[in-house]
């Protein structure tokens, strides 16, 4: 274990109390502890009222997610069905956050109709948020009585003339200002708001991006003082910096930290606060654990499969008209529901339609279960590795991943059809 991993375990234990460990026991974000409990982001606030340079507004807020993914907006009664759907999968679902796609306070209205709604109707699954802090004065207190538990805030320093770098314009109190006007206002609601969130009994976790050669330096202070302030753990992420997300860092080339940049920087921050070591910049939408339950010498044993899903537990999808693959894990004794993934809808009815097969989303999985799926898109499948199967066609999803567990048990290893020995439905 490393230093960084090991004083932060050890200041976790030592320097918080029974209640508060209670608190993030099964929170996979604040507690390492906590891989077998899942998260669901619900994203229902487009809307965001500050510009980062790190961040391109087409896609998901990169306070809290990859850069260049794009979440599709839910409404809140959308939200709830889909926290309950997904719930009904997934019972070691313990935390409901809203991460975007752009500011949760930004999108006041929805986001605390959503919140208010879940809880009405769980009254025990954790709420989080995340937030880029500048409204967060405002709403600390309501975000409580709705039961928030846990908040987090992106800062990136305490220093105006390194905010001017980061963030080009903020928009506060109907105005837009700019430069270090604009990073004097944000700083100064940012802590506002992390004193407000503490008053109010939230955990408060900071997110910061490390940007190479623009707040690299005062990292240890910016810990010490946010610390001070009522911090309660500190999440020191890279940039992520490719000119494709179309990024004004990435547009301009700014690094993005080395591995040993970023050990540099937390091994300094950890001596104030524990450090968060294993967050990993999810989506706005995502869901599921954030590491597989399985150890790895269980990972060679593990059978990746993916669902082509409307929604439904019945497995009724065609191949090409999925937007969103159920990702499960399954050995010969244990079925396991990983996540749900958006993909882009390959087939989209066009003559002229040349939307490339979503591989990147399925690289990972041994086989992809549909209701029908064209012959191309098998035989590119088969190609990447990834084997189709319309077996199961109108089954459950249960029913079919029991099937294919059983036969893990007879088989030890599932043999799917090919091409060679399967009628392919065309599409
Ligand atoms: Fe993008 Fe989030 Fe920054 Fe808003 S707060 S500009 S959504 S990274
Ligand atoms: Fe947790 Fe990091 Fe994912 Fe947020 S982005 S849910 S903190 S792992």
Known sequence: ????NRLTDELITHFIGKETQKRIEDHPC??????QYARIHLPVAPACNIQCNYC?????????SRPGVVSHVLQPLDALARFHAIKQRMPNLTVVGIAGPGDALANPKMTMQTLSLIRQSDPNVK?????????LAHYAEELAELGVDHLTITINTLDPQIAAKIYPWIFFNHRRYKGEAAGRILIEQQLKGLEAAQRAGMLVKINTVLIPGVNTQGIE??????????AFLHNIMPLISQPEHGTYFGLNHTPEPTAQQIEDARSASVLHMPQ????????ADAVGQLASPCSSQEKDDVYRVAVASK??????CHFGHATQMNIYDITPNQVSFIESRPVQQYCTGKE????PLPIDALKDCQQVLSVRIGLGPWQELESHGVMPNTDFAYLTEQQALSALAQSLHKTEKVTPLTTSNHEVVNQ
């Open 276 to 283: 968060m070591t294993h967050c990993q910049q999810c989506r």
């Open 56 to 64: 391109n507004r087409k896609y998901d807020c990169s306070n809290e």
């Open 127 to 135: 709420l989080c948020i995340s937030t880029n802090g500048l409204e």
């Open 311 to 316: 929604g439904s537990e019945i497995i009724d």
């Open 1 to 4: 274990m490393d230093l960084t």
């Open 221 to 230: 202070a910016l810990s010490q003082a946010l610390k001070q302030k009522g």
């Open 30 to 35: 604040y507690s390492k502890n906590a891989a």
């Open 352 to 355: 002229d339609c040349d939307t």
